[in-house]
């Protein structure tokens, strides 16, 4: 295995919607990104992933795009993303770009014409069923975002597959005209010079109509008939033949519904399918099934199996991108650390973790703050399409009370990754000089970058300091990894060595003090190399680890 540019590099994700606006409409534009590039630079980041840009009615947020080739008019135009572009590349900063290639927008002119008749030379580019004997949904499997995944076009009377909403039909990848098409949408970004994709649910492009049998999960549903359809691996190679492979960039496929067994079939490098997989594991380690209903309680030995089952795929030769979060998830300081007493010190911390593992590190906008999830009062107030559908659905059901749907919304909801960027203590924290689209954390007076630019302890230091010292260090992105405590429920520790080095991580997840044994060997220094606390605590025989302490030593 040999580290390269995008193996070691780290991915910041933008959600531009919310990342900085510009020309006061409220929304964040690429003019707004291009203005923070010094800032990211600084980060220690190597390469920008923006969610997606391209014009959109926005009922998923841009992830429904109605012109793959045209940027969306609020976020500016195809001159402002050639400047952001040169700019970026001035910086030696890199543009990875979200290709969402299962499905298009219902507006999008592919699906209006297939739409107009049954023989239209475009109906094909779609899936279409008819009505099943009893005159409904040809089959029945649910969506991603409630409701069933089939809709009826009166019109022609024949469904439609979705799999997200009903406006974001699915496109039919077994059509070669349809895979041509998306490749020539990637050449023209990969012609002016963009270093890769992000490939939404790129799992599910090969459909299978499997009957789903009653009373399966959702999670199941995705892993046993979404997802690794029958010719996925085929479209993959394909795609990589005629076109990845003609340009110095890569793919990172969302890995949706894969898992560590049958992950390396996506990106094992003599299979030339994709260059590596984001995998979902870690971003849902308390999500039994589906997003809200059932999350169980943060549980570190899960967490542990999960980086450990991952390493397999390496070992089979191909890799792996690592997240805690994203604009899908609640964020993670909520989810994974302590949001009240301990914030800065668990942020500190989970980037430790993440910053020392095997793999693609994507670190999400606002975390390299501490951002934290934000309690919206009334159902009034959510935005995301994924958390209404999902309380509009329950006014029906009933399963859960108006109330606990909305604590739900608030706990896991997407919004909570989505609210404005925390720039300053200004008006809308400084992200827009007007009302945003999505409202602001309140506590944005104390939690946002311009404070924390001023404190050389700060969340946000802390990052710019640990991403230098995996830049200097190879043996933070890739070594062999030894893990200590392994049975521990609250420490994460591990050695890690490749032949030139060593480091020793130590990770509290308690909220206590924390005494371990360890023997540090006498012949050896141990030189730390960063801390989330002032001291450690640290015999020659034991170790005393602060509440949510990170600690790392280069051992010479
Ligand atoms: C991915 C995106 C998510 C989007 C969905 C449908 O999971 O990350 O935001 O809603 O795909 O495109
Ligand atoms: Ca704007």
New binding site residues.
């Given amino acids: 295995m040999k580290l390269n540019w995008f193996k070691s590099g780290v991915i910041y994700q933008i959600y531009p919607r919310s990342f900085n606006d510009t020309n006061k409409d409220g929304i964040g534009d690429l003019k707004g990104i291009t203005a923070k590039l010094d800032y990211l630079k600084s980060l220690n980041i190597d390469i920008i992933w923006i969610s997606p840009i391209f014009q959109s009615p926005n009922k ?1 947020n841009g ?1 429904d795009v109605s012109d793959y080739c045209a940027i969306m008019p609020e976020f500016g135009t195809m001159s402002d993303f050639d400047e952001l572009l040169e700019e970026a590349h001035k910086r030696s900063l890199k543009i990875v770009l979200d290709l ?1 290639p ?2 298009t927008s219902d507006q999008h002119e592919w699906f209006q014409k297939a739409k107009l008749s049954k023989d239209n030379p475009y109906r094909d580019y779609y899936i279409w069923k008819k009505p099943n004997d009893n005159g409904n949904s040809p089959n029945n499997w649910p969506s ?1 975002f409630s409701g069933p995944a089939w809709t009826l076009d009166e019109n022609t009377g024949e469904y439609y597959l979705h799999l ?1 909403t009903k406006y ?1 039909p699915d496109l039919n990848w077994e059509n070669p005209e349809v895979r041509e098409s998306i490749y020539k949408v990637m050449r023209f970004w990969l012609d002016k010079g963009i270093d890769g994709f992000r490939m ?2 790129v799992t599910l492009l090969s459909k299978e109509f499997k009957d789903v049998k009653p009373g399966t999960g959702f999670r199941k549903i995705i892993e046993d008939y979404y997802a690794n359809g029958p010719k996925i691996h085929e479209y993959l190679h394909e795609m990589n033949e005629k076109v990845m492979r003609h340009y110095d960039a890569f793919s990172m496929g ?1 890995g ?1 519904g894969v898992n560590q067994d049958n992950a390396h079939l996506y990106v094992a490098e003599d299979r030339r399918e994709l260059d590596m997989i984001y995998h979902f594991d870690i971003l849902e380690n308390n999500i039994v099934d589906g997003k809200y209903d059932k999350i169980t309680n943060f549980d570190l030995l899960n967490v542990k199996r999960i980086f450990r089952n991952w390493e397999k795929v390496i070992e089979k030769g191909g890799w792996i991108a690592n997240a805690l979060g ?3 998830f609640a964020r993670i300081v909520s989810r994974f650390g302590n949001d009240g007493p301990y914030r800065e010190e668990s942020a500190k911390m989970l980037i430790t973790l993440m910053a020392t593992q095997n793999g693609t590190l994507n670190i999400y906008q606002g975390d390299e703050i501490g951002m934290t999830n934000i309690n919206l009062k009334s159902i009034d107030d959510v935005n995301d399409i ?1 958390s209404i559908n999902f309380y509009n659905e329950n006014l029906e059901t009933k399963k859960f009370s108006k109330e606990e749907a909305l604590l739900m919304i608030n706990n896991e909801g997407r919004d909570n990754a989505r609210t404005p960027m925390q720039w300053n203590t200004n008006a809308n924290a400084g992200f827009s000089e007007v009302k945003p689209w999505l409202q602001v954390n309140p506590n944005y007076k104390n939690i946002n970058v311009e404070n924390q630019e001023n404190d050389e302890n700060s969340i946000l230091n802390y990052y710019r300091k640990i991403l230098s010292l995996k830049r200097e260090y190879d043996i933070f992105s890739y070594g062999k990894i030894i893990e200590l405590e392994r049975d521990n429920d609250q420490i994460f520790a591990y050695r890690k060595i490749d032949t030139e080095e060593e480091i020793l991580v130590f990770l509290s997840f308690s909220e206590n003090e924390i005494l371990i044994e360890y023997e540090f060997n006498k012949e050896k220094d141990y030189n730390m190399l960063i801390n989330n606390y002032k001291f450690v605590t640290k015999t020659i025989d034991k170790l005393t680890l602060q509440p949510y302490q990170a600690v790392i030593y280069k051992v010479e």
């Fill in positions: 998923d992830y969402v299962n499905h991603f997200f974001q939404d649910v969302e949706v994203n604009h899908d994924q």
